[in-house]
């Protein structure tokens, strides 16, 4: 079970930050389109944005599964500082998630807009704040 878990959980973070990194080239391979252009069609790949949300939500599943199979006390004892650092950005992620679903419902209401304008912005910080959660799960459980 608990390599299922496993399992699940890289998939989870393969959707995830590839949903991150594929919205960071489609921004730039849009650079020349006129903003409506880019407007709609960035409205479009926003589709993307559901890999990420079921990305999301098996980092969350498997990720408690993984720390309830080993006990929670033995997995904030053996991630240390790096895992109390992981789940902060952790819940950082969450909540630019949810401003990111509200800012996406706004845009498509006005089909663009200064909440569109927002949108690549936070998406770098999400996806730098992404990186960085690997990087301290990797330095947490080595």
């Known amino acids: ?9 890289f998939i989870g973070l393969a959707l995830g930050v590839g949903t991150g990194f594929a919205q960071l080239t489609l921004g730039f391979a849009t650079r020349d389109m006129s903003p409506e252009e ?3 069609f960035m409205l479009r790949a926003s589709a993307l944005g559901k890999n990420g949300s079921y990305g999301l939500l098996l980092l969350l ?17 053996w991630g240390g500082g790096a895992f109390h650092l ?22 498509k209401r006005e089909k663009g807009g200064p909440a569109m304008a927002l949108l690549p912005k936070i998406g770098r910080v999400m996806l730098a704040i992404g990186v960085a959660i690997v990087v301290c799960a990797v330095i947490a459980f080595k």
């Open 86 to 107: 992981k789940l902060t950005l952790t819940l950082i992620f969450i909540g630019f998630f949810g401003y990111v679903q509200v800012l996406l419902r706004r845009a």
């Open 38 to 40: 880019r407007a709609k």
């Open 61 to 77: 599943a498997s990720g408690i599964g993984l720390m309830a199979m080993r006990g929670v006390g033995a997995t904030f004892q």
């Open 1 to 9: 079970m608990y390599l299922t878990l496993l399992f699940l959980h």
